[in-house]
């Protein structure tokens, strides 16, 4: 799974809008509400990006091989308590339900965690995975090149 920065918006809209139709929250202000859950979003992007250059230059000065890069990255990841792949949904919704609970623009929440976290993946899953298999293609068409290198970035 991989959140992408221009699925941030949509993700949200779409979000908000089926929790708020489900009956499982009440908003005061969708669009502040919106903002929130984009901020969420955004917020994982940042730390799994900070991630992904520490692990790249922890790679480096220690002269390992890229294949350690995965390795390097889930381990800083668990020590920040961070999730990443499939339990990167498990991160987002918990931050997205403790958002909603203290978000003043969030009048009541009605759905149990059960119901909210359910609804919540099927967004995400739904958005994340298209990309998904999107990036599986390019990795095919792109073997020569190496994950983490400059090359693959650009």
Known sequence: MKLFTSKVVPIATELVRALGEAGDIELDNVAETELDVQSVLKEYIRVDR?????AKDM?????????EFTKIKRRLAEEKEFGLGEEALNWICTQLQETF????HVAEVFADDATLRRRMREVLKKHMSVDEELDAEVRLRIKNLQEGTNAWET
């Open 59 to 67: 790679v480096e000065k220690r002269g390992l091989p890229y294949g």
């Open 101 to 104: 609970m203290h978000s003043p």
């Open 50 to 54: 900070d991630l992904t250059d520490k």
